[in-house]
């Protein structure tokens, strides 16, 4: 979880973070870029967001995500 008032400077250390997570997790762990999506939890609405990729991919944004039956809007 990451969270600040510039939204460039937040999704920058996301990307970072993930970025990381492939190099660490390399050849043990495998990301499925269909079922891989990034939510921002913001009261303003911004079209022209920076995107987060994993590897070349880029990840869509959605505006809520399921997690073990639990729903995050």
């Not at 996301?14 to 043990?28: F, Y």
């Not at 590897?55 to 809520?64: E, P, V």
Request: include cysteine.
């Amino acid at each position: 979880m990451c969270n600040g008032g510039n939204e460039k400077t937040t999704i920058e250390l996301i990307q970072q973070a993930a970025d990381e997570l492939l190099k660490v997790t390399h050849d043990r762990l495998q990301f499925l870029l269909s079922k891989t999506q990034s939510i921002i939890f913001n009261k303003k609405c911004n079209e022209n967001l920076h995107h987060i990729k994993l590897n070349t991919n880029i990840l869509l944004y959605t505006d809520s995500i399921k997690i073990l039956s639990i729903t995050f809007d």
